[in-house]
């Protein structure tokens, strides 16, 4: 899908919900993975069983591509009443941590996902790894070569021209078996010495010119320690552990076409069982970046507060920032998957998020950027508790008191001493309505010695408590509000796109444009008291401000932090829409 036909369709999403619920469903019930393992299960293939898996390199932390990947392989076999193991191909020791594979468990389970007992480790099969090697070489197609890893470039030739055969090509099965066994044992130090498959230097296929199935690598693995002091490559590991595993579809991005071959070349030769591998097309998402590499340069280099900083693509980001996993479960079923690289717009992740807090968060006051309002006739000591809605679109979440007094709080940017036409909130001599109170009309300002207003006076018709005028007449427009005195502290964090482009990807430094203006800290907001009793990760609407979760990390005992985790509206619209 092209990403000018996907603000279309998002376009109509906005304007007609139920033909959102409609694609969303036919989506999720075919694509063409699907029709694969239809037919295959028609023609018995796999005598009726699918089994897929979810197979992350724990090297880094997950974003919102690997999520994709989960509704997918966790998603099929949900509705195809088979099976998905979570296997960690943990085949590289020097970039992979503990703290990673507990992420990643953490956030399949948030997706809402579970792979109940099958959690698997390439690494666990090291040792048998190790004997189909040996046996591949027994069969006089693998050989252990002391070419180093800028010859190797060398030998492997271009795409344009083949590869030349390494001098070590032609050793005879019983000294490949010999120098294995001694790579094995520890004898020869890192790098001297790797065993590669014996396929064509002469290949079309660049993976196919004697790819090095295993290397010598001193260093501490998370699971196996220094038993072992050669590791295999992940083109090995990656398809015999689908093929061990009995995975009937391995489902992978595309960029594993070319790799294919390769795979059908060592599951043939050793003549085990063979999954069919699928791929489709990863996810990309506009003005982000979904690559673990780039990510991690941001965490290191202090761009962003860590892996789970709001901002972040990673799945551990978006649920601090107040994404659920149903919205996420939504937007990758409605994304569904294609053959074809392409962009999907941000806007429509947004979009998912919106549509599900609009019908589950509940609605409160909350005022960022305060003026203090005195309601001059209101009498002094005097507290009043207003009826409020907790969220009209579900009643069941029942409604609720605020209180109001003669002092309150509103937002500045609804006041205006000087409106311009088209501003139709609260200016001098001008009455509004108060959210669930009563009309008040401005007759005074008050400012300090810079100019700055501190302060509005206003007076109140008591005649139009809950909001409505008995005489019939009308305001154009209604405010939120809380009561100065009664009201709590917090601090809000406002979020915009981490990045300035498109494509921050394919700019040669994604760092260059990095958006300066991606985290905005307000410290002086403040909440009706109905948010005292707060916890952290819940979410609720701020009227007319947007939808935020309670932070859970930076929020304590005496500090509450919300992170804005959408606006209520696509902003982005409107600031197109105005420049034309
Ligand atoms: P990255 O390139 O972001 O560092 P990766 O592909 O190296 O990610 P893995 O841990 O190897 O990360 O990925 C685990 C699974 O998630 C793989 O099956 C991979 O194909 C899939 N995956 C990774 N990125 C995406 C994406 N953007 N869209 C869809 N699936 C993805
Ligand atoms: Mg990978």
Redesign the pocket.
Known sequence: MKPSDLKNEHKNTESNQSSVNNTTESVASSNFIRDIIDEDLKTDKYKGRVHTR????PN?YL?I??A??ICLNFGIARDYKGLCNLRF?DTNPSKEEVEYVESIKEDVRWLGFDWDDREYYASDYFEQLYEYAVQLIKAGKAYVCELNASQIREYRGTLTEPGKNSPYRERSIRENLDLFERMRAGEFPDGSHVLRAKINMASPNLNMRDPVMYRILRAEHHRTGNTWCIYPMYDFTHCLSDSIEGITHS???LEFENNRPLYDWFLDELNVYHPQQIEFA???LSYTI????LLLTLVKEGYVDGWNDPRMPTIGGIRRRGYTPESMRRFSERIGVAKRDSMVDIALLEYYIREDLNKHAPRVMGVLRPLKVIIENYPDGQVEEMDAINNPEDLSLGTRKVPFSKVIYIERDDFMEDPPRKFFRLAPGREVRLRYAYFITCTGVIKDENGEITELRCTYDPATRGGDAPDGRKVKSTLHWVSAEHSIPAEVRLYDRLFTVENPAAEEDFRSCLNPNSLEILSGCRLEPYMANVKPGERYQLERMGYFCVDTKDTTGDNLVLNRTVTLRDQWVKIQNKGE
Not at 54 to 57: L, T, Y
Request: aromatic residues 4%; proline residues 10%; contains cysteine.
């Open positions: 979810f197979p992350p390199e880094g974003h591509g690997h994709k990947s191909d489902i992978c991005t990863r996810l990309n979904m690559s673990k590499r």
